[in-house]
């Protein structure tokens, strides 16, 4: 099966947000993708969309995506492309959509000057992980991803801290080796 790359245009939203609940699906969180059509729809017609996405097609049909952004990287002085989701069809996989979608990633990146490409992968993703090993990719096992998300982030735009003896502990800490 060959497969044809193509950039997502907003007439795609609602493919777009079928494979996110796909892949959500796969990765054992159906019930956690808030995104719609709609909202994908509007942010692609932006005038600075927040992402891109390809979309791959055999026969016209669409059997997998790559949503991706540009990042930064501070020490490298470049920007780089963050690949959010990669996503193809389970009755399509092992037919050379991954692949693909993966190369147009890495020609984009290097048409665009960008110094690398990221992604995230769970830990219990082992098909994916020898997938991504396969292209030369390595994990960077040093690193931990942390996120602020809902009230918690309310809370910390507003300046208050989170009221708990673990962070009070740790912020008495440091205070204490500020000399504050």
């Given at each position: 099966m060959t497969?044809?790359?193509r950039f997502a245009t907003p007439d795609d939203a609602v493919t777009i947000e079928r494979f996110i609940r796909g892949l959500a699906d796969y990765e054992r969180?159906?019930?956690?993708v808030c995104a719609t059509a709609a909202v994908l729809r509007t942010q692609m017609m932006a005038e600075n969309p927040p992402f891109e996405c390809l979309l791959a097609e055999?026969?016209?049909?669409?059997?997998?995506?790559?949503?991706f952004y540009r990042a930064y990287s501070t020490w490298l002085g470049h920007p780089l492309l963050f690949l959010e989701d990669l996503f193809?069809?389970?009755?399509?996989?092992a037919a050379g959509a991954g692949i693909a979608l993966i190369k147009r990633l890495a020609a984009i990146a290097a048409e665009?000057?960008?110094a690398r490409m990221e992604w995230r992968v769970l830990d219990w993703n082992t098909p994916a992980q020898r997938f991504y090993r396969a292209l030369?990719?390595?994990?960077?096992?040093?690193w931990t991803?942390?996120?602020?998300?809902?009230e918690a982030l309310a809370r910390l735009a507003r300046g208050a801290e989170r009221d708990d003896t673990e962070v009070s502990g740790a912020r008495g800490d440091a205070m204490r080796r500020k000399g504050e």
């Open positions: 497969a044809t790359i969180e159906p019930g956690a055999h026969g016209g049909a669409p059997i997998g995506f790559a949503l193809v069809d389970e009755a399509c996989r665009r000057g960008w030369g990719a390595n994990p960077a096992d040093d991803v942390w996120r602020v998300e809902g």
